[in-house]
């Protein structure tokens, strides 16, 4: 009979703890995931045509494209500087504002910096696209970690282009994604990258924020955020909505993307 009641509360525990059908692997004491600190990733050497091709421009200094990405870049590290701040979220109000070509942009342009190292993790659930942009094959990515079948600094890719080097942690579809979201497994995995990368800018590429709770569940997780809003698909409204989502994170810029050449700049932000 004790051991019944045994096996109940431990299922309890574990309802608790996972919520749903999600499984995550054991935590450490501190909550966070087992992890080794920063050490041997895979290394994978990104190719210009196919970033290119996926307008992916920030991997070199020549470009007109690049340098409004450069740009960018300086006022986001100005403003996260001023408050020791980390962990960056790209997110939008609708798809296809264009969350991923600026959050994969934005890290090239950071680690072309002499003095800084930046990780960029893919938690797009729903629509993950850095690997596909950037060229690097899914292999042990987010949710291999989520689920606790490969530790995360097997899954975190070293991604380099010329003699600049970034570390990516390339997404997978999951159709959990509001509760991966939510849960605590994904909480200890936020831990564990600021713990096991401390001395990183981190950006997140995140899922849009009008289509689902899963940015609102993170962003208390999150230290600043950047807004894309895309020319032809956001409309005032949909920015005004989620300012009432953003009221507790500060963000740091609003990315107005897709702008003709006619009209002005690539993108422009403010
Ligand atoms: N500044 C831009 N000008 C033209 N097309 C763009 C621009 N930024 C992104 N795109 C295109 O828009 C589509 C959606 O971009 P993506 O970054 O995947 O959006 P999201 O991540 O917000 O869904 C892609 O085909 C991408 O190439
Ligand atoms: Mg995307």
């Known amino acids: 009979m004790d051991s019944i009641k045994q096996a109940v509360e431990l299922a309890r525990a574990a309802d608790v703890h996972h919520p749903g059908t999600l499984s995550g692997p054991p935590l450490a004491a501190d909550g966070s995931l087992h992890s080794s600190a920063e050490s041997q990733h895979n290394e994978v050497r990104l190719r210009a045509d196919h970033l290119e091709a996926?307008?992916?421009?920030?991997?070199?200094?020549?470009?007109?494209?690049?340098?409004?990405?450069?740009?960018l870049r300086t006022q986001v590290l100005q403003e996260m500087d001023k408050k020791s701040w980390q962990?960056?979220?790209?997110?939008?109000?609708?798809?296809?504002?264009?969350?991923?070509?600026?959050?994969?942009?934005?890290?090239?342009?950071?680690s072309r910096l002499p003095e800084r190292s930046?990780?960029?993790?893919?938690?797009?659930?729903?629509r993950p696209a850095v690997g596909k942009y950037l060229g690097i094959s899914g292999n042990g990515?987010?949710?291999?970690?989520?689920?606790?079948?490969?530790?995360?600094?097997?899954?975190?890719v070293q991604a380099s282009v010329g003699p600049n080097r970034m570390l990516v942690l390339p997404g997978s579809v999951s159709s959990n994604s509001s509760e991966w979201m939510a849960s605590q497994t994904m909480g200890a995995l936020l831990q564990t990258i600021k713990r096991d990368f401390r001395s990183r800018i981190v950006i997140?590429?995140?899922?849009?924020?009008?289509?689902?709770d899963d940015v609102i569940s993170i962003l208390p997780r999150i230290d600043a955020t950047l807004l894309v809003a895309g020319v032809g698909s956001t409309s005032v409204s949909d920015i005004k909505e989620c300012q009432k989502h953003l009221q507790r994170t500060p963000v740091v810029r609003v990315v107005v993307n897709k702008v003709t050449e006619t009209g002005g700049p690539y993108y422009g932000y403010y």
Not at 87 to 110: D, E, Y
Not at 118 to 126: G, N, T, Y
């Open 87 to 110: 962990f960056l979220a790209v997110t939008s109000p609708t798809a296809g504002c264009g969350k991923t070509v600026t959050a994969c942009n934005l890290a090239l342009s950071i």
């Open 118 to 126: 930046v990780l960029l993790v893919d938690l797009d659930l729903r």
């Open 54 to 71: 996926n307008r992916i421009v920030a991997y070199g200094t020549s470009g007109k494209n690049g340098r409004y990405y450069d740009m």
């Open 141 to 156: 990515a987010v949710l291999n970690v989520l689920e606790g079948r490969t530790p995360l600094s097997s899954a975190v």
């Open 204 to 212: 997140f590429d995140l899922p849009p924020l009008l289509l689902g």
